[in-house]
């Protein structure tokens, strides 16, 4: 199992996963922030004062982070940061699931809608994962970080 989940190519299929879905969601979010800070707002979680700052912000860090993943860049801490946004996204989701609000998880923006719940928190978990094992295992041939390493040898 270890040798799978060490192996180059496993670990930039997740990269490219969990890279291509945080620069998906984060281009949605940077197309209608307006949208999105409705979204933030109706978790009910945060301070009204802070609802446009995170939405203008939260999608950029998302966008930087999936783009630099995908390359290789900073591999450790771009997962980090993903790892460390899904579980604040999962915290989100679990209390506004548990108070019974019937509201769009706002992830998607406007690409699609979905509902917290379940579903949402074990989709988030498979990402966390994801990043927790590109975390562990950052090393890898096939990233540009390593590639300009090499050269510079």
Not at 4 to 9: A, F
Not at 32 to 38: G, M, R, S, T, V
Not at 86 to 106: E, K, P, Q, S, T
Not at 134 to 142: A, E, H, T, V
Request: net charge neutral; charged share 15%.
């Amino acid at each position: 199992m270890k040798a799978l989940i060490e192996n180059e190519y496993v670990l930039l299929a997740a990269r490219l996963i969990v890279g291509t879905l945080f620069i998906i969601v984060g281009i949605a979010k940077i197309a209608d922030p307006q949208l999105f800070a409705k979204e933030i707002a109706n978790y009910r979680l945060i301070p009204e004062f802070m609802v446009n700052s995170i939405a203008i912000t939260l999608p950029w860090i998302e966008l930087v982070s999936g783009l630099l993943l995908i390359l290789g860049i900073r591999l450790r801490a771009n997962a980090a940061i993903i790892t460390i946004l899904l579980l604040m996204f999962n915290i989100m989701v679990a209390i506004a699931w548990a108070r019974g609000l019937d509201i769009n998880c706002g992830c998607y923006s406007h690409i699609a809608q979905e509902t917290v719940g379940l579903k949402k928190i074990l989709e988030n978990i498979g990402f966390m994962i994801l990043s927790i094992v590109i975390y562990i295992f950052p090393k890898n041939n096939l990233s540009l970080e390593y590639l300009i390493l090499q050269s510079e040898k």
